[in-house]
């Protein structure tokens, strides 16, 4: 226990591979049959595996009984738009100012991250087992239009606030909560604020002063190994 | 008055009328004294809850029917911040999610980025890292050692906690500038090295930090009405405990023995050192201030022995001077003074993170007070929120 | 006709200067060690045991700081909260300050300075002392906040459990006198020689914890429990009104202690000088105000260091282990006066 539980067999410059890891992905998929769409390891560091939203529940009972991972990290959402608003760090100048820029970004592909997913919007989960410590972030592609997931109440009883804060940051319907409530915002408040086409207002009134002055830093004129300095306005 | 109540109602009979009156007034008092006990509001402006922290209690006369704390008052919506803000600026952004501990918030979320960019800060960092770090955990916890005891009415320890607290602080701002909000950490390693004469007055300085241990072990821990008030309050079962995600001493107190620092591998330099994880199986108030109180006097010769051990060489690796991190997404979680905070970032390869998850323990750690709280009298509200320890802005982020 | 203020003055004054006289040196005999209380311990006492310095810009060493208090409190602005009982709001610190007033009545000074000779003396302090606990009732209820009414329904619940064990220990020491005249209880620690704390260990230990508990200090401030209650029941109050609470507060600190010293530490007597001589009806008050001094620090040094108790706690202790230790003082006492 007191030894990390990852198994990392190296194979000279070849790939390492996290056997440990590896099983527990092999149990989940075992588990949920085709419920279980993806799976990414880094190896040595962490699992990810992407379940169905209908499966959500069933992953979450499966490892907390089978595999050990009683402890209750975190629950909470990814929203894969791309930022609509364009006033963005490799700006080279304010674009809904000087015009140009943000055109692009409308067409930017929304992609997903590991463990793939097609939707705008994946719950995620991290359960950790302190017995083996080893965790695993499971991810569930949700709805776009009307984005609704189970609630783990009845698998983690300490999943209520993080449930609540999912509904009330992404606007993410929770089947079943029982008690679905603001929990930072005030009552009454409109919109969704961790979505990406919720403007982040200080923004939108000022932009980022990146843009305005960035100074050479003194004497450290060389990026090492020689990255371009894009997105940055030598005045 | 005698009004023959049994006569014919007449509605000119003002003595009548007077009488149903009264009758019905009496009534309405008893319909009122029927409901639900008191709805008392503790907070958010309160002289001794940590910040604006609001607790609506619903109580039977001194007992607690149900109390729920109620958050938000302090939001600053770091997660939407992030996703604006530059992967250095993030660094000072997070510092004052929980502002006493606050180096320890940063070392997770640089790790996480370094651990994207595929960069290892140099050994002498890594030291330096993991003696800040564990400074913010003792400057932490010594405000708590003072501050549950202020809570429950002993008001002269906190100002011992805060004078020798001190000691600590003078230390971390001569190495880095800021004594609650450091900003020292860079992707790669940290900004500077340590000034002269540091590592000297940093070991005088744990020393000092030892004495005020034993001090509190006699003030507090010993004293009588103080175990009477903590032991058996708030017990805590570890299963419970699992289930809401506690993490740090409230897990510890209830027996489970865990600690990132030993147990996750992670580049700092934890697994060099000589320490031991310490617990308690009672899992009620006393236990988790007893752990905590524990952990401060081992950080101390935590801190002696990296300090004794610092290797030479660079404090920096060679990172570009505008970071951007390869898209991926990793999670780092450490064993902050408050429990165990985690960052989960995904980043898209540009200068800002695409979407940081701030795991918090405060949050999980207050997650379970409406379980808690059910059935405990007004004073032990005060004992079970202190004992859990939490900072308004790891809750509120 | 007091004989002191007689034979001083070599004068008869009629009754009524007497009585303005008693009343003005009373109000003085209260408020001037209630100020010297407030400086000493809770300014800088507990300043010096925190690891501070406490006031020290007003006057030399803050020395002014109270006069300093007195004017802040005076201009502040006179809040009633709304829907509050104005009459029951506004009574509330006089009740407690008339029965602090009247506790210092029964204070010997000297053989012959006294305000009255009562023959029930310390009766009378004991059941005035109670009065204070309809004051603070009255400001619990009269305030209208949900704060307060707990501050005060705890305080009433607390003040009425410690009343006995109060009067329980002060009975042991009556036993011992075989007089409740204040003055005779002196003269009969003067004639026993030594003073009744010794004999009386046990009656002192329980007189300081139920008097802790009659101040509502801490350990036993569940009324006025700040990290629950913010002030308990003195929470809507402001301005004057809560200076009154203050004084009311200090002083019948002040005044406890006095008895206590009366009681316990022999009064104005000090040892191997004659209890009867004149020179002791000057120096008597000073000696009193000396003692009074020592027991209001432990009293203050007992609120300063512990925390407070749960009103269970609280009350557990007061009806499962004061009181059975009291009777058992006065059945030890009791014997040892019929046998020796």
């Known amino acids: ?235 | 008055m005698t009004t023959d109540i049994n006569a014919e109602f007449d509605i000119t009979n003002n003595e009548q009328l007077r009488y149903i009156a009264a009758q019905a007034a009496d009534a309405r008092v008893n319909v009122e004294l029927e409901t639900e006990g008191m709805t008392l509001n503790i907070g958010p402006q309160h002289p001794a809850t940590h910040g604006t922290l609001r607790i609506v209690a619903r109580l039977d006369g001194e007992q607690v029917i149900s109390a729920e704390p109620i958050m938000g008052y302090m939001h600053r919506g770091y997660e939407k911040l992030t996703e604006v803000r530059t992967y250095p600026q993030v660094t000072t952004l997070i510092n004052r999610i929980d502002w006493v501990g606050s180096f320890a918030n940063e070392v997770p979320f640089i790790l996480a980025a370094e651990e994207l960019m595929e960069v290892e800060a140099p050994p002498r960092a890594q030291y330096i890292r993991t003696a800040l770090f564990e400074m913010g955990r003792i400057a932490n916890i010594m405000l708590f050692l003072g501050d549950m005891a202020v809570q429950l009415g002993g008001v002269t320890a906190i100002f011992y906690a805060f004078r020798d607290r001190e000691f600590v602080l003078n230390q971390i701002e001569s190495a880095t500038g800021g004594r609650f909000h450091p900003n020292f950490n860079r992707i790669g390693g940290v900004k500077d090295d340590l000034p002269a004469g540091w590592i000297k007055e940093t070991k005088s300085s744990m020393q000092k930090v030892r004495d005020f241990c034993d001090e509190m072990e006699d003030l507090v821990v010993g004293n009588e009405i103080f175990q009477a008030r903590c032991r058996g309050v708030g017990i805590i079962p570890a299963d419970v405990a699992m289930a809401y995600g506690l993490s740090g001493a409230n897990l510890r107190g209830s027996g489970v023995d865990w600690d990132l620092r030993r147990d996750a591998d992670s580049p700092l330099a934890w697994k060099d050192l000589d320490w031991k994880v310490w617990t308690h199986p009672d899992g009620d108030s006393f236990s988790r201030y007893w752990v905590r109180l524990q952990e401060t006097r081992e950080a101390t010769y935590m801190v002696e022995q990296l300090l004794d051990g610092l290797p030479a060489g660079p404090v920096m690796a060679k990172v570009p001077r505008i970071i951007k991190v390869p898209a991926g997404e990793s999670y780092v979680q450490t064993e902050n003074p408050l429990g165990a905070m985690g960052y989960y970032v995904v980043s898209k390869g540009e200068l800002t993170p695409f979407r940081v998850k701030i795991r918090t323990a405060s949050f999980s750690n207050m997650s379970i007070s409406p379980w808690l709280l059910e059935g405990v009298l007004v004073p032990d509200i005060a004992t079970i929120l202190a004992s859990l320890y939490f900072i308004l802005g790891d809750i509120d982020r | 006709m007091n004989p002191l203020i007689s034979s001083f003055l070599a004068i008869n004054p009629p009754y009524w200067v007497d009585t303005l006289a008693k009343i003005g040196i009373g109000l003085v005999a209260v408020l001037l060690p209630t100020g010297a209380l407030v400086y000493l311990f809770l300014f800088k006492m507990m300043s010096f045991m925190q690891s501070r310095l406490g006031p020290m810009e007003t006057g030399p060493y803050g020395q002014l700081q109270l006069l300093a208090e007195f004017g802040k409190f005076l201009q502040k602005e006179d809040i009633f909260p709304s829907k509050a009982d104005r009459f029951v709001f506004a009574a509330a610190p006089f009740v407690v300050l008339v029965s602090t007033f009247m506790l210092v009545l029964v204070l010997p000074g000297g053989p012959d300075t006294h305000f009255v000779d009562l023959n029930t003396g310390i009766y009378f302090a004991m059941a005035v002392s109670s009065v204070s606990v309809i004051g603070i009732l009255m400001a619990g209820w009269g305030s209208n906040s949900k704060y307060s009414l707990l501050g005060g329904i705890r305080a009433a619940g607390q003040l009425i459990a410690y009343e006995l064990p109060l009067v329980l220990s002060v009975v042991g020491v009556v036993i011992m006198a075989g007089t409740l005249n204040m003055k005779g209880i002196v003269a009969a620690q003067a004639d026993f020689g030594v003073w009744f704390i010794i004999p009386q260990i046990i009656g002192f230990f329980i007189f300081m914890v139920a008097v802790q508990a009659e101040l509502t200090q801490p350990p036993f401030d569940m009324p006025v429990a700040e990290s629950e209650l913010v002030t308990g029941y003195l929470t809507e109050y402001s301005g004057m009104r809560f200076l009154l609470f203050f004084i009311g507060e200090f002083a019948t600190a002040a005044v406890f202690s006095a008895i206590g010293a009366t009681l316990f530490l022999g009064g104005w007597t000090v040892p191997f000088v004659d209890a009867n001589a004149e020179i002791m009806d000057y120096i008597g008050p000073l000696v009193l105000a000396a003692k009074m001094v020592f027991i209001a620090f432990l009293i203050f040094w007992f609120r300063i260091t512990y925390p407070r108790f749960r009103e269970d706690q609280l009350q557990r202790l007061a009806w499962k282990f004061l009181i059975p230790l009291s009777l058992f003082n006065i059945v030890v006492t009791a014997i040892f006066k019929v046998v020796f």
């Open chain 1, 1 to 235: 226990m007191s030894t990390t539980a990852a198994d990392d067999t190296v194979v000279e410059e070849a790939e390492v591979t996290d056997a440990v890891r590896e099983a527990i992905a092999k149990a989940f998929a075992d588990e949920l049959g085709d419920a279980f769409l993806d799976q990414h390891i880094t190896p040595g560091r962490d699992l990810w595996i992407r379940v169905d939203a209908t499966a959500w529940v069933q992953a979450a009972t499966f490892a907390r009984d089978k595999l050990g991972m009683t402890w209750l990290d975190y629950i909470s959402a990814i929203d894969w738009l791309p930022n609509p608003y364009g006033r963005e760090m490799d700006a080279e100048q304010d674009w809904v100012v000087h015009g140009g820029g943000p055109n692009d970004k409308d067409a930017e592909e929304m992609t997903s991250g590991v463990a793939g997913g097609h939707t705008r919007f994946q719950a995620l989960l991290r359960l950790y087992s302190i017995e083996e410590q080893i965790g695993v972030h499971i991810k569930a592609d949700l709805d776009d239009s009307a984005p609704a997931i189970d609630t783990l109440i009845p698998v983690f009883a300490g999943a209520t606030w993080h449930e609540r804060e999912m509904w009330e940051m992404f606007g993410i319907n929770i089947i079943g909560h029982p008690d679905l409530r603001v929990l930072y915002l005030p009552t009454g408040f409109e919109g969704n604020p961790l979505r990406k086409d919720y403007p982040l207002v200080s923004r939108r009134v000022k932009p980022w002063p990146g843009i305005v002055d960035v100074e050479a830093m003194p004497g450290a004129d060389d990026d090492a190994d020689g990255e371009a300095t894009d997105g940055e306005a030598n005045e």
